[in-house]
């Protein structure tokens, strides 16, 4: 069965109530593949998460960029997978860079977010990725393996998982990976599955590439057999973040 395209767009700590109203504007505006082709999910700030539900275009869906890892209580600051439930928040990214390395989130704590998030009905954006320091040592794949094995030690069902493979090193950086070395790393992580979880896994478990993502270098990524498609930080805020959702049908029609 073919993985459908998905294309990410995470806001980060981003956008006044203005110029989010102008990012949803635009976005609606924006021609691009029908749903049935690509997959369009938009991650702004928690506190525009109604807003952004309440305006953006039906065939669009919104994720939260963080939650809890078990039900909410005395737990201040923080937002349970619950409560974006009860708003009508279908997804929610997890794991994050940023969030591994700022707050110190390690695999296993991760790997039970993910988990939690799942058992409450949320679909779930997991983010892997390695430093720079751990791709020159030449660590990359024991880096991501170990990641993805503390998600696969607390899930038993992929269905509703989508695997981010951000190089840290690439994240707001300018640096992107060349296609060769994402495909490698997406083919590695695609073997790893296939041997520690499942053939059917594998083979239908989306992984897309985040890591200075744009209009120029999209397409050449989206050729690559195993990149289904991005999780993209600046660029979904402009209007090129269009011409990213497009990426696999223009890399198609030029074949």
């Known amino acids: 069965m073919a993985r459908k395209f998905f294309i990410g767009g995470n806001w980060k700590c981003n956008g006044t109530l203005e110029e989010v109203k102008k990012i949803v504007s635009m976005l609606n505006e924006a021609e691009v593949p029908s749903e049935n082709v690509v997959e369009v999910v938009v991650s702004p700030p928690f506190v525009f998460l109604p807003l952004v ?6 065939d669009f869906q919104v994720a939260a960029q ?10 201040t600051g923080e937002i349970s997978a619950e409560m974006l439930v ?3 928040i279908p997804c929610v990214i997890l794991g994050h860079s940023e969030r591994r390395s700022l707050l110190k989130e390690s695999n296993e704590f991760v790997g039970d977010k993910v988990a939690y998030a799942l058992s409450v009905g ?3 954006i997991a983010c892997i990725g390695e430093t720079l320091q751990q791709r020159e040592s030449g660590s990359t794949m024991a880096v991501v393996a170990a990641q993805t094995k503390a ?3 607390k899930v038993s069902n992929w269905t509703d998982v989508v695997l981010a493979y951000e190089p840290v090193w690439a994240i707001g950086t300018g640096k992107v990976a060349t296609p060769g070395q994402a495909q490698e790393v997406h083919l590695g992580l695609r073997k790893w599955l296939h041997d520690s979880v499942g053939a059917e896994v594998a083979a239908t478990t989306r992984i897309i590439y985040g890591g200075s ?6 397409r050449e990524l989206a050729a690559q057999p195993d ?3 991005f999780l993209v930080g600046g660029a979904s805020l402009k209007p090129e973040f269009a011409d990213i959702i497009r990426s696999l049908t223009v890399m198609k029609s030029q074949l």
């Open 66 to 75: 963080n939650c809890w890892v078990r039900k909410g209580g005395a737990f």
């Open 227 to 229: 990149i289904d498609g």
């Open 53 to 58: 539900e309440s305006l953006l275009r039906p």
């Open 151 to 153: 998600i696969a030690d």
């Open 86 to 88: 009860n708003l009508g």
């Open 122 to 124: 949320l679909k779930v």
């Open 213 to 218: 993502v744009n209009g120029a270098n999209c």
